[in-house]
């Protein structure tokens, strides 16, 4: 590794300095504030929030469903990864559930609610097609229906990423020594993942603990924390002091969860060699698994068939005619045009800016011997932990009489902290699997440092940064948790208008704006992977 020059000083120094003040600092101030009372520092806020039976409830409410979610999420999103690297199914329908599982992530939670409504409704369309209302939307029901179509893509990614590094020639050995297939299954799958398969239900509780979106749309009189959150903060008689510590609370699960997929870490394990082996046949298998599977995605992607439907029809569910006025409504409001714009505008500073800072820090932290650089692990860790709103907040506690408050400024920097984790440990895996003595070499050839990073380092991680780049774009359309308490009537973005066309029961408008958030994502996407898949003939 190259020694510490000047220039690398610098960067590191701006980073630290960064995260610094747009995350340990506000969060010191919320922390602070939770304790700040007209007498000074006392725990009266915490003795009133917890005597408070109606936050109480809310945060239990959160724990019940966030848990029931995360073991259904588990589950599903284990069975769709065993379909796609344990079975000998049709290729492009293996294709079609990696593809197809991805589809909720290019839209924003909130949007989930509105089309669990439209679709499971007394007037929704799976209703009208199966002439029979299912159950009640509102409450509970709504909200794991929208939880588990949001925390499935995630945890499918977490558990796929993982089967590609179990090797499958134990499980054709296990066979042959004679193990049931309980047995066989058991030791073959199931340990190898018994640390990943804890992730995915840590991942998937900390995301529906934390999300504002599909509770805002579907939570009814079913009160979650995040919800009561934002009433204490945005409602008649805003209460700072005790938002601040409903906040504090959030983080506790937050943090379990992160402390859990620590201690998990040791169930994980690697193969000395590793094999690339074709499973053995089996009919019954792979019938049974894709069957699954398919009821599984096409479930999910059912609910929101809706969406594509009713801003194409004069008055949905009781004029079906075919009309584009919606749209044209949308496209001729100043006001609309403004907001998407916004949201673009928003999406691709954090996209450009989040990339440079993560890819920084990361090659920081994989390619020098500079001092500190573990700090950058601990960043990581925080930002992982820190839910959206709790973010969010503690910036509108520290930067409510600042020149900061309200602009497009403070929504991008907390967007790019927010999501920081994700990139930065793409980055860092890639630049470390790399070979450690190009900078060496570039400075025996007379290079600078940023010249051989520039020169080297960067085009041979091209793929990772384009990827990085897509992670940042897609999420900062989407996000509503994250930027709800920031933003302003000149910042509006699509995910936060959409909430506010709630209370105007325009749902055409709502369904009209998110699939521009969700054709603007899927664009973004395809042309990164096309990119992607470029870099790779061409290398």
Request: aromatic fraction near 14%; charge should be positive.
């Amino acid at each position: 590794m190259p020694k510490p020059k000047k220039e690398m000083r610098i960067i590191y120094t701006a980073i630290i300095v960064l995260f610094a003040a747009f995350l340990l600092l506000p969060l010191a101030v919320l922390f602070i504030r939770s304790f700040n009372t007209s007498q000074g520092f006392a725990f009266s806020n915490y003795v009133s929030v917890l005597s408070n039976p109606d936050l109480m409830g809310a945060i239990w409410n959160s724990i019940k469903i966030s848990s029931l979610t995360a073991v259904i999420t588990t589950v599903l999103a284990f069975i769709l990864a065993y379909t796609v690297n344990c079975t000998r199914i049709y290729r492009p329908l293996k294709g079609a559930i990696k593809t197809g599982i991805l589809i909720p992530m290019l839209l924003p939670t909130i949007t989930y609610g509105f089309a669990i409504i439209y679709s499971f409704g007394k007037q929704g369309l799976i209703t009208k097609i199966f002439g029979k209302d299912w159950f009640e939307i509102y409450g509970f029901n709504g909200l794991l229906i929208g939880y588990v179509i949001y925390t499935i893509p995630a945890a499918f990614l977490l558990i796929n990423n993982s089967f590609k590094y179990i090797d499958k020639k134990f499980i054709i050995v296990s066979k042959l020594m004679g193990d049931d297939a309980l047995r066989s299954f058991s030791n073959t799958i199931i340990r190898p993942l018994l640390g990943t398969l804890g992730g995915a239900f840590v991942l998937s509780f900390i995301l529906s603990f934390t999300d504002f979106g599909i509770p805002a749309s579907v939570g009814g009189t079913y009160d979650v924390v995040a919800t009561q959150l934002y009433q204490v903060m945005l409602g008649s008689i805003p209460n700072f002091n005790n938002g601040a510590v409903i906040a504090i609370l959030m983080l506790i699960p937050a943090v379990f969860g992160v402390l859990l997929l620590t201690y998990l870490e040791r169930f994980n394990f690697h193969y000395d060699k590793f094999s690339e082996t074709e499973l053995m046949e089996n009919k019954f298998r792979d019938i049974f698994f894709s069957m699954v599977s398919m009821v599984i995605l096409l479930g999910m992607l059912s609910v929101f068939a809706v969406m594509f439907i009713a801003p194409f029809m004069n008055s949905y569910p009781y004029d079906f005619t075919f009309t584009l006025k919606h749209f044209i409504d949308v496209f001729e409001s100043s006001e609309l045009r403004g907001v998407y714009t916004n949201s673009i505008v928003i999406a691709l500073f954090t996209a450009v800016l989040g990339t440079f800072i993560a890819y920084c820090s990361a090659i920081l932290n994989a390619r020098t011997s500079l001092k500190g650089k573990s700090s950058l692990d601990i960043i990581s860790m925080i930002t992982n932990t820190v839910p959206g709103m709790v973010l969010g907040l503690s910036y509108l506690l520290l930067f409510n009489g600042s020149s900061l408050k309200g602009t497009f400024a403070i929504i991008i920097l907390c967007n790019i902290v927010h999501y920081f984790t994700t990139p930065y440990l793409m980055a860092k895996n890639s630049l470390s699997k790399m070979n450690p003595s190009w900078e060496t070499t570039g400075e025996l050839l007379g290079d600078g440092w940023i010249k051989t990073v520039y020169r080297v380092i960067l085009p041979n991680s091209a793929s990772t940064v384009i990827e990085m780049f897509s992670y940042y774009f897609i999420n900062a359309m989407v996000t509503i948790s994250g930027i709800i308490f920031l933003v302003s009537a000149q910042t509006q973005v699509v995910a936060s208008k959409i909430k506010e066309l709630q209370h105007f029961a325009k749902f055409n408008e709502i369904f009209v704006l998110s699939l521009l958030i969700f054709f603007t994502n899927l664009l973004v996407k395809l042309l990164c992977d096309y990119l992607q898949k470029k870099r790779a003939v061409n290398h």
